[in-house]
């Protein structure tokens, strides 16, 4: 179920905001996913004064479940706001009021009705597009209508003027059929953000609500300059999606996926796990690069998925010593799952399975790392810690037989996927997240302690989906929602 180039390819990560000091080209500001952002004049008590920008006013068509991304180049006199939507259509907005500067419509997206299962209606564009800052280019996955019927395409659009460049789309199903593998795009979702990694283009695929037909965990390795499908990896097992909302995460060696449950696999055949993948999808077999709990065969049977958040790469630092290098994962299980990254450790060969959630956990998480210590935020139904909706913070030790303990949660109704701000890097970091499905407010805890440092008051919103993630720039928050992109700022 895999191809690989006989080359490696040389594999590094992009600085996050190398470009331009307010770009974010990538879901959660960076290859590692980390969700961190550096904003200068939101400190704790600026953030007390956080308010809708009613002078920003956006309009757009579809539902949004992708992050919206900011492209500023330097010497621009404004940014632009990428948006995307189910409806396949992409749209710049001017950064100050909501104006559209350009807009493009891709082909027509896909009813549920013409889907054999699912929850998205119409299903277009749900993974977070990807910019190519030294190529001026936005790269987009979505779900068409065709002839043929529904096709998971890869797009490029110049962020000039948003026009399809030569020799694009993709058609994936088409390619990957050439390479031998099997991929059906109408059972194939695109749930996950697209990836920029070593030159090369990351796109990877699970499964619908509702897990219908014969579909496969896959990630599809793209030449963007020529355009190839180079490479790919499959799960030997069907089902074992890859639907994660950042998808491949990366350390600057090597990509991380997280895999859901798979179907009638009687041994373990990637599915419930953190893979390690190498420069061209090589499937190496060994068990550094693989971990999966011991239960994963009840894992699969009571459809209780590892893979409900992306594998994120994490340094712990050591004092006098290099840090420690781990893996972080959050399963439907409710727990949390830390594995050394030097050696993954195979079947059940993790540091410490913790249970931190009487529910399933499914957004993605942030990691804040300092100096004085590594933590790790997410939201979750319930835990013993806290009654109802919720927001959590872990710490993350280097050493000991518990590295992971409880730090703080506190009340939140809803389930988006938390960002931390720091004014440095270190200073006044708190934690943000919107109440997606549940109150539809903007929410902010100051990140040593939980305390609630902006309560939401005035910033009802609506047309929020699951998963909704804010984008920060220096000057102001955005948030994807039905038709529309809120704006929120501070004095």
Request: some cysteine.
């Amino acid at each position: 179920m895999k191809h690989s180039l006989a080359a490696a390819l040389l594999i590094s990560t992009l600085p996050t905001l190398s470009y331009a000091a307010s770009s974010v080209i990538t879901y959660h500001n960076g290859n590692n996913r980390h969700g961190v952002y550096t904003v200068p004049g939101l400190t704790i008590a600026a953030a007390a004064n956080m308010q809708r920008d009613n002078a920003f006013t956006a309009s757009i068509t579809g539902h949004v479940y992708a992050q919206p991304l900011f492209w500023k180049p330097k010497g621009a006199e404004r940014g632009l706001v990428i948006a995307a939507t189910e409806s396949n259509k992409v749209y710049a907005l001017d950064e100050n009021t909501g104006a559209t500067v350009w807009q493009r419509s891709l082909p027509a997206s896909v009813p549920l009705s013409s889907l054999p299962c699912g929850n998205i209606d119409p299903m277009g564009i749900t993974g977070t597009p990807v910019i190519d800052p030294a190529a001026r280019v936005l790269y987009v996955g979505a779900m068409t209508s065709t002839g043929n019927g529904p096709r998971q395409k890869v797009f490029a659009l110049s962020l000039t003027d948003g026009s399809v460049l030569p020799h694009w789309p993709l058609d994936v199903q088409t390619e990957l059929t050439k390479q031998g593998a099997t991929f059906s795009s109408p059972v194939q979702g695109e749930r996950s953000a697209l990836l920029l990694y070593g030159n090369r283009l990351y796109v990877n695929y699970g499964g619908h609500f509702g897990d219908c037909g014969n579909y496969f965990g896959t990630v599809v390795q793209i030449a963007p300059d020529k355009p190839k499908l180079e490479a790919n990896w499959q799960t030997r097992a069907r089902g074992g999606g890859i639907w994660a909302q950042g998808g491949l995460a990366g350390d600057g060696t090597y990509l991380y996926i997280t895999t859901g449950n798979t179907f009638g696999a009687d041994e373990w055949a990637d599915g419930e796990a953190i893979i390690r993948l190498h420069a061209g999808l090589e499937r190496t077999g060994r068990t550094k690069d693989y971990f999966a709990p011991s239960n994963w065969q009840s894992l699969d049977d009571s459809d209780a998925d590892l893979g409900g958040t992306e594998a994120l790469p994490l340094n712990i630092a050591v004092p006098g010593e290099k840090p420690a290098k781990r893996v972080i994962a959050f399963g439907k299980d409710g727990k949390a799952y830390l594995v050394d990254r030097r050696d993954l450790g195979g079947i059940g060969g993790q540091i410490q399975a913790l249970q931190v959630s009487n529910s399933g956990i499914r957004t993605a998480p942030a990691i804040l790392e300092t100096d004085a210590g590594t933590s790790v935020a997410f939201t979750n139904s319930t835990n013993t810690h806290c009654s109802g909706g919720n927001i959590q913070m872990l710490s993350v030790a280097a050493t000991g037989s518990s590295p992971m303990a409880f730090q703080w949660c506190t009340a939140l109704s809803g389930g988006g996927a938390p960002i931390i701000t720091t004014t440095d890097g270190k200073a006044d970091a708190i934690v943000w997240a919107v109440g997606a499905e549940g109150d539809n407010l903007l929410h902010g805890y100051n990140a040593s302690n939980g305390n609630v440092v902006f309560s939401g008051s005035g910033t009802n919103m609506s047309g929020l989906h699951h998963f909704q993630t804010i984008l920060a720039t220096r000057n102001r928050f955005y948030i994807g929602a039905d038709n529309t992109v809120y704006a929120f700022k501070w004095k």
